[in-house]
């Protein structure tokens, strides 16, 4: 497994922006396809977005258009570029990982899970 661990949560105002990141402890980052979770109170964790081993993208339906995931192999980091947040976007944020996985959007894809980080949009 890899160590993984988020930053760049925090309260944000409706309609704002924040930018995530995951950075994992590996000396192969290039093998693995890296994703985010969000979970909130009292709700299943859900799949937000993906970025694949193999350079492709895949993402929930409700942030397309608003949402970037991106990766830099050379910094061991994932990104997420949120803008237009609304309410319904507050969770803990959550980076998972495993290796040449096409996800699917089920949590099971990935063994490899950082701890997470609190977004919180106000209305």
């Known amino acids: 497994q890899v160590q993984l661990v988020e930053s760049g949560g925090g309260l944000v105002p409706a309609g704002g922006s924040l930018r995530l990141s995951c950075t994992a402890s590996?000396?192969?980052?290039?093998?693995?396809?890296l994703a985010w979770f969000r979970q909130a109170p009292g709700k299943e964790r859900e799949f937000v977005a993906a970025?694949?081993?193999?350079?492709?993208?895949k993402y929930r339906d409700s942030v397309k258009g608003r949402f970037t995931v991106s990766r830099d192999n050379a910094k061991n980091t994932m990104y997420l570029e949120m803008n237009n947040l609304q309410s319904e976007d507050t969770a803990v944020y959550l980076c998972?990982?495993?290796?040449?996985?096409?996800?699917?959007?089920?949590?099971?894809?990935?063994?490899?899970w950082g701890q997470g980080t609190q977004v919180t949009v106000s209305s």
């Open positions: 590996t000396t192969s980052f290039s093998r693995y396809s």
């Open positions: 998972a990982a495993q290796q040449f996985v096409l996800a699917t959007g089920r949590a099971t894809d990935f063994r490899s």
């Open positions: 970025s694949h081993w193999n350079g492709s993208t």
